[in-house]
């Protein structure tokens, strides 16, 4: 004798947006894919970072955003390696003592935040 068993499965497709729930066999639904490379041209306004020696060079194309604006230098394990209020200028530099490994630059302005990861490797 066999048995069978039938299993009934209902899936919901959850709005948090909308605060509502639907079945998804009653609507047809499409997605798009989106990546962190989509959302950039939001926001054309750029931060070009880059070392030389001790220095750690910020250039901005818009630094009427700077006032007020502060720099944070991290290492991976999340210590703070320096802070710095930047200049409202198009390039602010800031004297940083780096080794070989990876920082995080986080840089608060116009009540936004850039973070950006730089890698330190002195040619010997």
Known sequence: MKKIFILAITLYLISTKWA???????????????????????DDKKFILYLDQDLLFIKYNRPQDLINAEVS???LLGQEITR???EAASLNQ???????TCYLVRIN?????????IIVKTSM
Request: aromatic residues 14%; glycine residues 2%.
């Open 84 to 86: 710095k209020k930047l």
């Open 109 to 117: 302005y116009s009540g936004k935040v850039y973070t950006q990861k």
């Open 20 to 42: 509502s729930a639907s079945s998804i066999f009653e609507s047809t639904y499409s997605f798009s894919k989106i990546s962190i490379s989509d959302t950039s041209s939001v």
């Open 73 to 75: 230098v991290y290492n």
């Open 94 to 100: 800031i004297n940083v003592p780096l080794q070989n």
